[in-house]
């Protein structure tokens, strides 16, 4: 996570539009693959943040199979970070912490998606709902956070930073973490062939 720290603040220090958009891909309880793009909200040394709604199809998903991969595409910088991990919810207290600091109009659209990857006969259904709650918690009232909405936490066992070269000759090293428990917190490291 110290690497990681490293290369966060040189991308996010470059303007870069949205360093901290990842690709988290999930395991479906078919088994198959699914990835999308989620924004980091936090790390430290015990991992990456992210929230959504528990009921989405990936709140699902991490149900069944709690574990996950994640790309950071920093292609202008020619640099990627990718991180294997398992993962668990947040806590109460930090999801409401982090809900309360949301803009009004994220905090109504959480409740909008109470159902989210679920079909909707159209946009005028999810606008209709919008203005209902808006007016249902007015200016002057906290909107509450909804109990199926909240974060994870990614615990990396697996990180590899690949730095991009004209000549193909790209520079990739990875760390494992020793025993696949974050508890150790023993790490190997290993360059990887182009």
Do not use: C
Request: net charge neutral.
């Amino acid at each position: 996570m110290e690497q990681f720290h490293i290369w966060f603040s040189q991308v996010h220090g470059s303007g870069l539009a949205e360093p901290n958009a990842m690709i988290l891909s999930t395991v479906e309880p078919s088994g198959a693959p699914r990835g999308r793009t989620v924004l980091m909200k936090g790390y430290d040394s015990s991992g990456l943040r992210f929230f959504t709604n528990y009921r989405s199809r990936k709140g699902r998903a991490l149900d069944v199979e709690p574990r996950v991969s994640v790309v950071f595409p920093w292609h202008q910088m020619a640099r990627q970070v990718m991180i294997m991990g398992g993962v668990e919810r947040l806590d109460d207290e930090e999801n409401d912490r982090y809900f309360r600091s949301r803009p009004r109009g994220s905090q109504i659209g959480a409740w909008v998606s109470e159902q989210q990857s679920s079909p909707v006969r159209g946009r005028a259904e999810l606008d209709e709902r919008y203005e209902r709650l808006s007016r249902a918690w007015p200016e002057d009232v906290e909107v509450p956070r909804p109990a199926y909405w909240g974060g994870y936490r990614v615990h990396p066992v697996e990180m590899e930073f690949w730095r991009g070269s004209p000549d193909r000759m790209h520079d990739r090293f990875r760390y494992v973490l020793v025993g696949g428990e974050p508890a150790d917190g023993t790490w190997e490291v290993e360059r990887l062939s182009p």
